[in-house]
């Protein structure tokens, strides 16, 4: 194994706790808990260096409920580790102990930086003889991975409390935490950093944003087949360290310093009233397949955290691989789901964190061979009383199910429904008017029922994962070439259009519909009922030149161009005066789903739906691109008093004359947003709205969308 595995040196050590697992700082020394079943020995390794050899190995001798615990008498932090562990390497039987591997703890808080399968050191199996079971590997890594830091919990939070935002007050923006301020032009000192990101929070702030949802931060494994082409894992969706943020993201000032420097950043989010939501994977782990590497999981208790296949393919040597990324995590194992537990609730209580989007959430909820809402871990989630008042979002789908609108009354959801009707009516497909109403109006087809609101909707039009919303209307087809996957990768099914030539061009008349379709787009998203997402970069048209699958991309095609916001200023100045439209005229963040009934005794339904001569719409006429209704403000009480809203939605090639309702209470129509006209006069300021003349229509362009507001001579200006 490379080294001696005995109890030696002269360190103090003596029997410890079980509980908590992980490496715990307490008076006097460190903790050392690690949970496995079925392991015959632990030894836990200690080093002063990330890439030295080991100063001190430590045979653990207690065991309490399969932990092996220890305490070491005099360690403080900034301590490395790491284990190793024998017992059975039968892979045929889902055993896959090999000492020769350092292990990462599963509970590590920090770790020293990447893990990179130099010479294959890292892996489980020969990939040249992927159908034979081989011997254990014996070429020793203990010098070249990375180790584990303990951690001291303690930091100056200086009376840090969480902005605890409503979701029907909920702004959130979807953002890569390097790419964010990776690019030269960001200006900021530490770019790509934890630090970095502060240094943007004025740009969130000026938004209108109040929380970000980061794209995964904890500790990943990059891929060797990316590593082989020159690319790597940007998007980060293969964790390995579930408590330790990404070591990449911090400025390496001293072991461990990502855990601060994370904190301070949730810190100073908080204090500009935004919140932090991460994106967190818990459905499978770095290690991949069979053929993947040992860092952590497969050689701590393989059986224990993955769910394994048995006959007729061999029990226990191949993974159930509902995620499509080689494996999936044993979430129905009580103390697997303790482990994801554990997890959550430390990212809350000791990183402050407000909530977590869960990538391919179907996942946890896969019981008995299908999906249940009553699955385990969504019933301990319910009943914690840390995470059960923390925000948590859904993906709801995975390699093989899709389960919008089906998730637990806690949870709500990434609306792919919204995504994919808003979408195509946005392009001018036709047949999208019925739909479309369920979608402006909350999902309640999706939501009611389970006693959810309309914002359990999280609306999206872009993600991470697919075109920005500059590509959208840029791109027919995807343009993905620079992953060297042949353009194979990424989905095909954009719902996108060039407006008439494929990718950048000079085209006046392209380019000013392109700005016309994204400010339609902006419409749709912010005014719809439901929670908004908007994709960081959209708001000054960020481009990835045609590539919705920008998962390796760690340049400048992912990072964030800060010289298009001057560029595109008409777009991000339509944004922000969106957000706070919305947040001025609250009928627009009602927390009931609209039912088209008069709940406020005035006559006038919350509701009401039209066509272009004020009948009803056609719901289902397969030709339809055009919709529009009114909102009665007055059912969402205000400082603003008595108003109506009416929306025009004209996604037709045509121009659409459009009757307009009488309105009572010597209220008149004003015009403010018309995203056909130029900038300055397509979102007109409060108070300076224009009078609809004639009062009774308003001729909508191609391709437009109209908001009027109805409001009386003395309506406040507050």
């Given at each position: 194994?490379?080294?001696?595995?005995?109890?030696?040196?002269?360190?103090?050590?003596?029997?410890?706790?079980?509980?908590?697992?992980?490496?715990?700082?307490?008076?006097?020394?460190?903790?050392?808990?690690?949970?496995?079943?079925?392991?015959?020995?632990?030894?836990?390794?200690?080093?002063?260096?990330?890439?030295?050899?080991?100063?001190?190995?430590?045979?653990?001798?207690?065991?309490?409920?399969?932990?092996?615990?220890?305490?070491?008498?005099?360690?403080?932090?900034?301590?490395?580790?790491?284990?190793?562990?024998?017992?059975?390497?039968?892979?045929?039987?889902?055993?896959?102990?090999?000492?020769?591997?350092?292990?990462?703890?599963?509970?590590?808080?920090?770790?020293?930086?990447?893990?990179?399968?130099?010479?294959?050191?890292?892996?489980?199996?020969?990939?040249?003889?992927?159908?034979?079971?081989?011997?254990?590997?014996?070429?020793?890594?203990?010098?070249?991975?990375?180790?584990?830091?303990?951690?001291?919990?303690?930091?100056?939070?200086?009376?840090?409390?969480?902005?605890?935002?409503?979701?029907?007050?909920?702004?959130?923006?979807?953002?890569?935490?390097?790419?964010?301020?990776?690019?030269?032009?960001?200006?900021?000192?530490?770019?790509?950093?934890?630090?970095?990101?502060?240094?943007?929070?004025?740009?969130?702030?000026?938004?209108?944003?109040?929380?970000?949802?980061?794209?995964?931060?904890?500790?990943?494994?990059?891929?060797?087949?990316?590593?082989?082409?020159?690319?790597?894992?940007?998007?980060?969706?293969?964790?390995?360290?579930?408590?330790?943020?990404?070591?990449?993201?911090?400025?390496?000032?001293?072991?461990?310093?990502?855990?601060?420097?994370?904190?301070?950043?949730?810190?100073?989010?908080?204090?500009?009233?935004?919140?932090?939501?991460?994106?967190?994977?818990?459905?499978?782990?770095?290690?991949?397949?069979?053929?993947?590497?040992?860092?952590?999981?497969?050689?701590?208790?393989?059986?224990?955290?993955?769910?394994?296949?048995?006959?007729?393919?061999?029990?226990?040597?191949?993974?159930?691989?509902?995620?499509?990324?080689?494996?999936?995590?044993?979430?129905?194992?009580?103390?697997?789901?303790?482990?994801?537990?554990?997890?959550?609730?430390?990212?809350?209580?000791?990183?402050?964190?407000?909530?977590?989007?869960?990538?391919?959430?179907?996942?946890?909820?896969?019981?008995?061979?299908?999906?249940?809402?009553?699955?385990?871990?969504?019933?301990?989630?319910?009943?914690?009383?840390?995470?059960?008042?923390?925000?948590?979002?859904?993906?709801?789908?995975?390699?093989?199910?899709?389960?919008?609108?089906?998730?637990?009354?806690?949870?709500?959801?990434?609306?792919?429904?919204?995504?994919?009707?808003?979408?195509?009516?946005?392009?001018?497909?036709?047949?999208?008017?019925?739909?479309?109403?369920?979608?402006?109006?909350?999902?309640?087809?999706?939501?009611?029922?389970?006693?959810?609101?309309?914002?359990?909707?999280?609306?999206?039009?872009?993600?991470?994962?697919?075109?920005?919303?500059?590509?959208?209307?840029?791109?027919?087809?995807?343009?993905?070439?620079?992953?060297?996957?042949?353009?194979?990768?990424?989905?095909?099914?954009?719902?996108?259009?060039?407006?008439?030539?494929?990718?950048?061009?000079?085209?006046?008349?392209?380019?000013?519909?392109?700005?016309?379709?994204?400010?339609?787009?902006?419409?749709?998203?912010?005014?719809?009922?439901?929670?908004?997402?908007?994709?960081?970069?959209?708001?000054?048209?960020?481009?990835?030149?045609?590539?919705?699958?920008?998962?390796?991309?760690?340049?400048?095609?992912?990072?964030?161009?800060?010289?298009?916001?001057?560029?595109?200023?008409?777009?991000?100045?339509?944004?922000?005066?969106?957000?706070?439209?919305?947040?001025?005229?609250?009928?627009?963040?009602?927390?009931?789903?609209?039912?088209?009934?008069?709940?406020?005794?005035?006559?006038?339904?919350?509701?009401?739906?039209?066509?272009?001569?004020?009948?009803?719409?056609?719901?289902?006429?397969?030709?339809?691109?055009?919709?529009?209704?009114?909102?009665?403000?007055?059912?969402?009480?205000?400082?603003?008093?008595?108003?109506?809203?009416?929306?025009?939605?004209?996604?037709?090639?045509?121009?659409?004359?459009?009757?307009?309702?009488?309105?009572?209470?010597?209220?008149?129509?004003?015009?403010?947003?018309?995203?056909?006209?130029?900038?300055?006069?397509?979102?007109?300021?409060?108070?300076?709205?224009?009078?609809?003349?004639?009062?009774?229509?308003?001729?909508?362009n191609p391709r437009s969308t109209v908001v009027l507001l109805g409001k009386s001579r003395a309506f406040s200006r507050a």
């Open positions: 194994m490379g080294y001696e595995l005995t109890h030696n040196t002269g360190l103090n050590v003596s029997k410890g706790r079980y509980y908590p697992l992980g490496a715990t700082l307490c008076e006097g020394g460190v903790n050392f808990a690690i949970y496995s079943q079925h392991a015959a020995e632990v030894f836990l390794l200690l080093f002063d260096a990330p890439a030295g050899e080991p100063t001190d190995i430590i045979r653990l001798e207690e065991r309490t409920k399969y932990i092996w615990h220890v305490f070491v008498h005099g360690l403080g932090a900034g301590q490395l580790y790491g284990y190793k562990i024998r017992g059975d390497f039968h892979p045929s039987q889902g055993m896959r102990f090999n000492e020769q591997k350092l292990l990462l703890d599963p509970y590590a808080k920090a770790v020293t930086g990447k893990f990179r399968n130099t010479d294959n050191l890292l892996l489980a199996y020969d990939p040249h003889f992927p159908d034979k079971d081989l011997s254990m590997d014996t070429r020793d890594n203990t010098r070249i991975v990375p180790k584990a830091v303990v951690v001291d919990d303690a930091f100056d939070w200086q009376g840090d409390v969480h902005p605890d935002v409503p979701f029907e007050e909920l702004f959130i923006y979807e953002v890569h935490l390097k790419g964010f301020t990776a690019h030269h032009s960001s200006g900021v000192k530490n770019r790509g950093t934890y630090p970095g990101f502060i240094e943007k929070i004025p740009h969130l702030k000026e938004l209108g944003i109040n929380a970000v949802e980061f794209l995964p931060v904890q500790e990943f494994y990059v891929e060797d087949h990316l590593i082989e082409k020159g690319l790597t894992n940007y998007w980060g969706y293969n964790t390995i360290g579930f408590f330790a943020p990404e070591s990449s993201y911090c400025t390496h000032r001293s072991p461990g310093c990502q855990v601060d420097e994370f904190k301070t950043l949730v810190r100073e989010l908080h204090k500009a009233g935004i919140e932090v939501i991460l994106d967190v994977v818990y459905n499978h782990t770095g290690e991949g397949s069979e053929l993947g590497p040992t860092i952590c999981f497969r050689g701590v208790d393989n059986p224990t955290y993955y769910l394994l296949e048995g006959p007729p393919s061999g029990p226990g040597r191949f993974y159930v691989n509902y995620t499509g990324c080689g494996n999936s995590i044993n979430i129905s194992n009580s103390h697997v789901i303790r482990f994801v537990m554990d997890s959550l609730r430390y990212w809350v209580e000791q990183m402050h964190v407000d909530g977590f989007r869960f990538d391919l959430a179907s996942v946890l909820g896969r019981e008995d061979g299908g999906f249940r809402t009553s699955a385990a871990f969504f019933d301990a989630v319910s009943q914690d009383p840390v995470l059960n008042r923390v925000k948590l979002i859904a993906e709801p789908w995975d390699l093989g199910t899709y389960q919008v609108g089906n998730f637990p009354i806690d949870w709500s959801e990434w609306n792919g429904r919204f995504r994919d009707t808003v979408r195509r009516f946005g392009k001018g497909d036709g047949g999208q008017i019925r739909d479309l109403g369920w979608r402006l109006t909350g999902s309640a087809d999706l939501y009611r029922d389970d006693g959810r609101s309309a914002y359990n909707s999280i609306n999206f039009i872009t993600c991470h994962d697919g075109f920005t919303l500059r590509d959208l209307v840029s791109y027919n087809v995807k343009h993905n070439e620079g992953n060297l996957e042949g353009n194979a990768d990424g989905t095909s099914d954009n719902n996108s259009w060039n407006c008439g030539h494929e990718g950048e061009t000079d085209d006046a008349g392209i380019l000013r519909l392109r700005r016309q379709l994204i400010k339609n787009f902006i419409c749709y998203l912010i005014f719809s009922s439901g929670t908004p997402m908007v994709l960081g970069g959209d708001e000054f048209m960020r481009t990835q030149g045609g590539n919705n699958n920008a998962y390796c991309q760690d340049n400048e095609t992912a990072w964030f161009d800060w010289g298009l916001v001057q560029e595109n200023a008409d777009i991000l100045g339509f944004f922000k005066k969106a957000i706070a439209f919305t947040r001025r005229y609250t009928i627009l963040q009602r927390r009931k789903f609209f039912s088209g009934a008069d709940s406020d005794g005035d006559a006038l339904p919350d509701i009401l739906w039209f066509g272009n001569d004020l009948g009803k719409p056609s719901w289902d006429d397969p030709e339809l691109c055009a919709l529009s209704y009114q909102l009665d403000g007055s059912e969402a009480p205000s400082d603003l008093g008595d108003y109506q809203l009416f929306f025009i939605l004209n996604a037709d090639f045509r121009p659409q004359h459009v009757k307009v309702p009488k309105l009572e209470g010597g209220k008149i129509w004003h015009r403010v947003i018309d995203t056909s006209l130029e900038n300055g006069e397509d979102f007109l300021d409060p108070g300076k709205e224009e009078l609809l003349d004639p009062p009774d229509q308003y001729p909508a």
